[in-house]
């Protein structure tokens, strides 16, 4: 049963339809230009959906630019692209005061916004900068505000932050701190393409340039949709669902795996619970459900806990991934929170 | 969950796999706890390998059977999973991503769901109406139906194979040593009572015989548990003692009644005692019957006028009559004493030899209770012991065999057996048990334990002094010593007597002690 079948006099009905059809129509877009990576674009359409940010991490040349200046051409935003660099300062993102003259030769001080001042961000190799430089982030993406000069200017909605970091080169690199990444709703890796991949995009980039992504959707509807997907509903057992799965990844509760009690230094932090439920939503709304089920929180789970969880020496020493802490801790949940029906 | 229309129709839907899931929990717990069941027996039974506990598996089994199954109809009438439990389950079995929970949640959490979560509630109800109950909730044996069954199996090899079975060096393994030994104590308890009864031709005596050898040989077989050797112990005890009443219901019958039994001044009124005498009594009538008879037939009456062997064979029928001797005997005893007032010794000695058949005859039966009583004895001890071993856990003291009875047998002291105490049960240890000092059995307490006949050897010469030469030194220090002042002579003859008298008597007499001490005295105050 999907929502298209509730009666169309429902105004929320029709909303939820025009989620799931804004959804798909933006994913769409997306694919119609990025050759396969399908999981990927449903991550990133489900963190735009959600208001978060995300960070892509991916050997150059997969495509991770084209993924995002795609997405802002389909969404109808601003778009800017920051290169981060070693060299690269916190004012050449954030903006500066610059001294001007006016047309009666009196000087002031102007602040000239920064790239960040966008509405969609692609902060390239965002571990190349030093962590002052990261930092001057932190703001822009949880308050989606930017202080300077003793001034707080706010960023104009919706706001997006899509960072890209290369896993392979680290010579030279500042790893981003656990405060930053934190602020990531998903933390997304590229893959390789396959073979038949490698040859679609081997035919679209080398032949004639073909029309780019249209615009789907503006800014404001795209806001409303956000504020939408927060009404969905929640069960109380699928936030103890969340809630479990989250402790889970901790080493210190009895509740805790095997796996985090050993190779866990620090486990998802409360902002990955937020990011479960949120991303939930968006995900249960664009597959036409109206409340989030546990299986969303399982499909979620690796994108929004890996980089919240923070490995102990042994855990790096044998090679330990995130990844493998999560599902044993999803495994555990599963275990705990199944119904059971004893007299 | 509020009372909306959508509520409403919720429960509605969701009622059939409540019950369903009521039913396969109430299974579940039929099946964990028939495990838990068979697991305490199991761990029960094993335990009775190393100590020896009763295990009565037959007698429980039915009372554990029932209790499953009151349980399980108990808990499938009254328990009722709450419906969020039954929406999730049907969540998952179904695929419907928390459809149900979720509105189940969501009616109990708002009164009015509006917007989107009202949504979600008709969206729920949409899949609910589609909902199988069939599919959702089946009704199947249990995922760890295999535990009990298991566990049940296991039992019943045990019980086949391993009941019984007892590790050695434990107390279950001294107790099933002690069963042994008193098996072949009753083995012997049996063969006794089978050669006594077939010496003594004692009809109750061999018709018991073989049951309790019987009962020796199952006790003597590998794996007898305790509570099975002490049933079988009991039964031959049961036997025993329903046989003893027999006879004795028969000796009741033949002895006069109303006198049989009757007890006498100074006379004891147990009834073992009251048997033993009148036993006694009934043999030296009997004695005094063969001596007459004996008499008659030789045809002269030995010498004996026919007054006398009138009077005496009056003597005997008053005795009989005062015994309580059967009235056949004393009706024989009457016409032998008319025949023989008459002259009619032939016809006197016909009439006394069928009366002494007769009170032969009574003899024989008491005879039969006797050995029966002993062999009842003797088997209650066997009973005693085990239980004992089972209490103590089977220590060397309760494994000592049964050996014969010691007291049954009438003593030949003067004390008889305390009167008024229960003639089932053995007497303490006392005088007539053995060397160790009364405690109750006897009616003279701290009287001399009574001797063996014999001849009493003098431990010490009277009258004469030490045979050989004597040395005598006396003891001035310690380690020193000095010739006697007076040395060692035999005494005048009437000291020699006197100290003769003296020690004869017991206690000694004041004066000799007296005599001695100054004796004594009168040698310390010497240099």
Request: aromatic share 4%; hydrophobic share 45%; charged share 25%.
């Given at each position: 049963m999907s929502l298209a079948d509730r009666p169309t006099s429902d105004l929320t009905a029709q909303t939820a339809d025009e989620f799931r059809r804004t959804f798909g129509l933006v994913r769409g877009?997306?694919?119609?230009?990025?050759?396969?990576?399908q999981e990927?674009l449903d991550l990133v359409v489900t963190a735009l959906f959600a208001g978060g940010?995300?960070?892509?991490?991916?050997?150059?040349?997969?495509?991770?630019?084209?993924?995002?200046?795609?997405?802002?051409?389909?969404?109808?935003?601003?778009?800017?692209?920051?290169?981060?660099?070693?060299?690269?300062?916190?004012?050449?993102?954030?903006?500066?005061?610059?001294?001007?003259?006016?047309?009666?030769?009196?000087?002031?001080?102007?602040?000239?916004?920064?790239?960040?001042?966008?509405?969609?961000?692609?902060?390239?190799?965002?571990?190349?900068?030093?962590?002052?430089?990261?930092?001057?982030?932190?703001?822009?993406?949880?308050?989606?505000?930017?202080?300077?000069?003793?001034?707080?200017?706010?960023?104009?909605e919706p706001?997006?932050?899509?960072?890209?970091?290369?896993?392979?080169?680290?010579?030279?690199?500042?790893?981003?701190?656990?405060?930053?990444?934190?602020?990531?709703l998903f933390?997304?890796?590229?893959?390789?393409?396959?073979?038949?991949?490698?040859?679609?995009?081997?035919?679209?980039?080398?032949?004639?340039?073909?029309?780019?992504?249209?615009?789907v959707v503006?800014?404001a509807a795209l806001r409303g949709l956000q504020a939408f997907a927060r009404e969905v509903p929640v069960a109380s057992h699928v936030l103890e669902y969340a809630a479990r799965l989250v402790l889970a990844?901790?080493?210190?509760?009895?509740?805790?795996?095997?796996?985090?009690?050993?190779?866990?230094?620090?486990?998802a932090?409360p902002r990955g619970l937020q990011a479960l439920i949120r991303a939930g939503k968006v995900r249960a709304l664009a597959q036409g459900r109206a409340h989030v089920a546990a299986e969303d929180l399982r499909a979620l789970a690796v994108p929004s806990l890996?980089?919240?969880?923070?490995?102990?020496?042994?855990?790096?020493?044998?090679?330990?991934?995130?990844?493998?802490?999560i599902?044993?801790a999803l495994?555990?949940t599963e275990a705990q929170t199944a119904p059971t029906v004893?007299? | 969950m509020n009372e909306s229309a959508e509520a409403r129709e919720l429960q509605r839907l969701l009622q059939p796999v409540v019950r369903r899931l009521a039913?396969a929990?109430?299974?579940?717990?039929?099946?964990?706890?028939?495990?838990?069941?068979?697991?305490?027996?199991?761990?029960?039974?094993?335990?009775?390998?190393?100590?020896?506990?009763?295990?009565?598996?037959?007698?429980?089994?039915?009372?554990?059977?029932?209790?499953?199954?009151?349980?399980?109809?108990?808990?499938?009438?009254?328990?009722r999973p709450p419906l969020l439990t039954a929406a999730r389950v049907a969540d998952r079995r179904a695929g419907l991503a928390d459809r149900l929970g979720t509105a189940v949640d969501l009616l109990a959490r708002t009164e009015r769901p509006a917007g989107l979560a009202r949504l979600q509630i008709h969206d729920a109800l949409s899949a609910a109406a589609g909902l199988e109950p069939r599919a959702v909730a089946p009704?199947?044996?249990?995922?760890?139906?295999?535990?009990?069954?298991?566990?049940?199996?296991?039992?019943?090899?045990?019980?086949?194979?391993?009941?019984?079975?007892?590790?050695?060096?434990?107390?279950?393994?001294?107790?099933?040593?002690?069963?042994?030994?008193?098996?072949?104590?009753?083995?012997?308890?049996?063969?006794?009572?089978?050669?006594?009864?077939?010496?003594?031709?004692?009809?109750?005596?061999?018709?018991?015989?073989?049951?309790?050898?019987?009962?020796?040989?199952?006790?003597?077989?590998?794996?007898?548990?305790?509570?099975?050797?002490?049933?079988?112990?009991?039964?031959?005890?049961?036997?025993?003692?329903?046989?003893?009443?027999?006879?004795?219901?028969?000796?009741?019958?033949?002895?006069?009644?109303?006198?049989?039994?009757?007890?006498?001044?100074?006379?004891?009124?147990?009834?073992?005692?009251?048997?033993?005498?009148?036993?006694?009594?009934?043999?030296?009538?009997?004695?005094?019957?063969?001596?007459?008879?004996?008499?008659?037939?030789?045809?002269?009456?030995?010498?004996?006028?026919?007054?006398?062997?009138?009077?005496?064979?009056?003597?005997?029928?008053?005795?009989?009559?005062?015994?309580?001797?059967?009235?056949?005997?004393?009706?024989?005893?009457?016409?032998?004493?008319?025949?023989?007032?008459?002259?009619?010794?032939?016809?006197?000695?016909?009439?006394?030899?069928?009366?002494?058949?007769?009170?032969?005859?009574?003899?024989?039966?008491?005879?039969?209770?006797?050995?029966?009583?002993?062999?009842?004895?003797?088997?209650?001890?066997?009973?005693?012991?085990?239980?004992?071993?089972?209490?103590?856990?089977?220590?060397?003291?309760?494994?000592?065999?049964?050996?014969?009875?010691?007291?049954?047998?009438?003593?030949?002291?003067?004390?008889?057996?305390?009167?008024?105490?229960?003639?089932?049960?053995?007497?303490?240890?006392?005088?007539?048990?053995?060397?160790?000092?009364?405690?109750?059995?006897?009616?003279?307490?701290?009287?001399?334990?009574?001797?063996?006949?014999?001849?009493?050897?003098?431990?010490?010469?009277?009258?004469?002094?030490?045979?050989?030469?004597?040395?005598?030194?006396?003891?001035?220090?310690?380690?020193?010593?000095?010739?006697?002042?007076?040395?060692?002579?035999?005494?005048?003859?009437?000291?020699?007597?006197?100290?003769?008298?003296?020690?004869?008597?017991?206690?000694?007499?004041?004066?000799?002690?007296?005599?001695?001490?100054?004796?004594?005295?009168?040698?310390?105050?010497?240099?």
């Amino acid at each position: 049963m999907s929502l298209a079948d509730r009666p169309t006099s429902d105004l929320t009905a029709q909303t939820a339809d025009e989620f799931r059809r804004t959804f798909g129509l933006v994913r769409g877009e997306l694919s119609r230009v990025i050759v396969g990576h399908q999981e990927l674009l449903d991550l990133v359409v489900t963190a735009l959906f959600a208001g978060g940010h995300v960070l892509l991490e991916g050997v150059p040349g997969l495509g991770k630019t084209l993924l995002v200046r795609t997405l802002a051409q389909a969404l109808d935003l601003r778009f800017a692209r920051i290169q981060f660099t070693p060299d690269l300062m916190p004012a050449d993102i954030l903006g500066t005061n610059l001294v001007v003259q006016d047309d009666a030769g009196r000087r002031r001080f102007e602040f000239q916004p920064g790239p960040i001042f966008a509405q969609i961000v692609l902060a390239d190799e965002i571990n190349r900068a030093t962590p002052k430089t990261q930092s001057a982030l932190l703001e822009a993406m949880q308050e989606h505000s930017v202080s300077t000069a003793g001034e707080s200017r706010p960023l104009d909605e919706p706001f997006f932050v899509l960072a890209t970091q290369n896993p392979i080169e680290m010579e030279g690199t500042y790893p981003l701190p656990e405060a930053q990444l934190d602020r990531f709703l998903f933390k997304l890796r590229v893959a390789f393409p396959a073979l038949d991949e490698l040859r679609e995009i081997a035919v679209r980039t080398t032949g004639p340039e073909g029309p780019g992504a249209r615009r789907v959707v503006d800014g404001a509807a795209l806001r409303g949709l956000q504020a939408f997907a927060r009404e969905v509903p929640v069960a109380s057992h699928v936030l103890e669902y969340a809630a479990r799965l989250v402790l889970a990844t901790h080493p210190g509760p009895e509740s805790a795996t095997e796996t985090a009690r050993r190779f866990v230094r620090y486990g998802a932090s409360p902002r990955g619970l937020q990011a479960l439920i949120r991303a939930g939503k968006v995900r249960a709304l664009a597959q036409g459900r109206a409340h989030v089920a546990a299986e969303d929180l399982r499909a979620l789970a690796v994108p929004s806990l890996r980089h919240r969880i923070l490995l102990n020496f042994e855990g790096e020493a044998q090679g330990i991934d995130a990844e493998r802490v999560i599902e044993d801790a999803l495994r555990h949940t599963e275990a705990q929170t199944a119904p059971t029906v004893t007299a | 969950m509020n009372e909306s229309a959508e509520a409403r129709e919720l429960q509605r839907l969701l009622q059939p796999v409540v019950r369903r899931l009521a039913l396969a929990g109430a299974a579940r717990w039929l099946a964990r706890a028939a495990a838990a069941a068979a697991s305490g027996l199991l761990a029960w039974a094993l335990v009775t390998a190393v100590v020896p506990v009763p295990f009565p598996l037959t007698r429980m089994l039915p009372w554990v059977a029932a209790a499953l199954v009151a349980g399980s109809v108990a808990a499938a009438r009254w328990y009722r999973p709450p419906l969020l439990t039954a929406a999730r389950v049907a969540d998952r079995r179904a695929g419907l991503a928390d459809r149900l929970g979720t509105a189940v949640d969501l009616l109990a959490r708002t009164e009015r769901p509006a917007g989107l979560a009202r949504l979600q509630i008709h969206d729920a109800l949409s899949a609910a109406a589609g909902l199988e109950p069939r599919a959702v909730a089946p009704i199947r044996a249990p995922r760890d139906a295999w535990l009990p069954l298991a566990l049940c199996l296991a039992l019943c090899a045990w019980w086949w194979l391993g009941a019984g079975l007892a590790v050695p060096g434990t107390p279950a393994g001294r107790m099933a040593a002690t069963i042994h030994r008193e098996g072949r104590a009753l083995v012997d308890v049996g063969r006794r009572l089978d050669e006594t009864g077939r010496a003594e031709h004692l009809p109750e005596a061999l018709r018991t015989a073989p049951a309790v050898q019987d009962a020796g040989r199952r006790l003597e077989a590998p794996r007898v548990g305790w509570d099975d050797a002490m049933g079988q112990v009991r039964e031959v005890v049961r036997q025993l003692q329903a046989a003893q009443d027999n006879v004795r219901r028969q000796i009741d019958e033949a002895m006069a009644p109303g006198r049989a039994g009757r007890p006498g001044a100074g006379k004891p009124d147990s009834a073992a005692a009251r048997r033993a005498d009148q036993a006694q009594r009934l043999d030296a009538a009997r004695l005094a019957m063969e001596d007459l008879a004996g008499a008659l037939r030789q045809g002269t009456g030995g010498g004996m006028s026919a007054d006398e062997l009138a009077r005496r064979l009056r003597a005997l029928s008053e005795s009989l009559d005062q015994l309580g001797a059967p009235p056949g005997v004393r009706a024989g005893v009457d016409r032998a004493r008319r025949a023989a007032e008459g002259g009619q010794r032939g016809a006197s000695s016909a009439a006394l030899g069928e009366a002494l058949q007769d009170l032969q005859g009574l003899e024989r039966m008491l005879g039969d209770e006797q050995a029966l009583g002993d062999a009842r004895r003797q088997v209650q001890r066997s009973a005693d012991r085990i239980a004992h071993a089972a209490r103590g856990g089977g220590s060397a003291q309760s494994a000592q065999p049964a050996g014969p009875d010691t007291t049954s047998q009438a003593a030949s002291g003067s004390n008889p057996p305390t009167p008024g105490t229960d003639e089932t049960a053995p007497p303490p240890p006392g005088p007539n048990q053995g060397s160790l000092a009364g405690r109750g059995t006897g009616g003279n307490l701290g009287a001399p334990t009574p001797r063996l006949g014999g001849t009493r050897t003098q431990s010490r010469l009277q009258g004469l002094p030490g045979p050989g030469s004597t040395h005598v030194r006396e003891i001035v220090g310690p380690g020193r010593a000095a010739p006697a002042q007076h040395v060692a002579a035999p005494p005048p003859p009437d000291v020699a007597h006197e100290i003769d008298r003296a020690l004869s008597q017991d206690p000694l007499p004041p004066g000799y002690v007296t005599l001695v001490r100054r004796y004594f005295d009168s040698r310390g105050g010497a240099p």
